[in-house]
């Protein structure tokens, strides 16, 4: 039975975006700064990598639709940084962001790493952008270096165009053993 797996191996002629929010600058460059080490440090060229910088996490899913569409990135990197507040402004900004990536991925093909933050306090966001929890950011980067290179493999094997059917049971397979085949 074949095993497709990802691998932090660089694609050729690769290019990848690292969409950063500026709300929260402080946290968002922290976990700008993790994404685009982590993939310098796995080959990437710096050269291969575009970083595009938009005012809120409400922006980023428009933003990430218009580079998907262009077709002209293996994967994109989104960063953003979303506090609770008193207000219910929250919920709506960090559930509605990410559903619209994952339309954005799902809908263009493309692997779409989501690194937005959705915290209860700004301790919570530092501890992810560097601090005892890690960097967010170095977390998506090799995400996006495996899933493009994944993707590259099942190119590969199911021809250059994948039909919706293919990609049906791709998810299916996935889904019905509950992600034990993907390792991180």
């Known amino acids: 039975m074949p095993n497709y797996e990802g691998n932090l191996r660089k694609v050729p002629g690769a290019r990848y975006a690292i969409l950063v929010s500026r709300w929260n600058a402080k946290i968002t460059e922290a976990l700008l700064q993790g994404a685009h080490k982590a993939l310098l440090d796995n080959g990437i060229d710096e050269d ?62 493309i692997p779409v790493c989501n690194g937005v933050l959705a915290v209860e306090r700004l301790e919570d966001a530092q501890a992810r952008a560097g601090g005892q929890h890690g960097n967010k950011g170095e977390e998506v980067a090799v995400a996006a270096i495996e899933m493009a290179d994944l993707l590259l493999q099942l190119d590969e094997v199911l021809g250059d165009e994948i039909t919706d059917e293919e990609l049906a049971l791709l998810q299916e397979m996935y889904a019905s053993d509950g992600g034990k085949g993907w390792t991180q």
């Open 48 to 109: 291969a990598i575009d970083i595009v910088r938009v005012p809120g996490a409400w922006e980023l899913p428009l933003a990430a639709q218009t580079l998907a569409a262009s077709e002209s990135y293996v994967a994109l990197l989104v960063l953003g940084c979303v506090v609770r507040g008193d207000t219910r402004h929250y919920e709506h900004v960090a559930d509605r962001c990410a559903e619209a990536l994952m339309r954005v991925s799902t809908d263009y093909n």
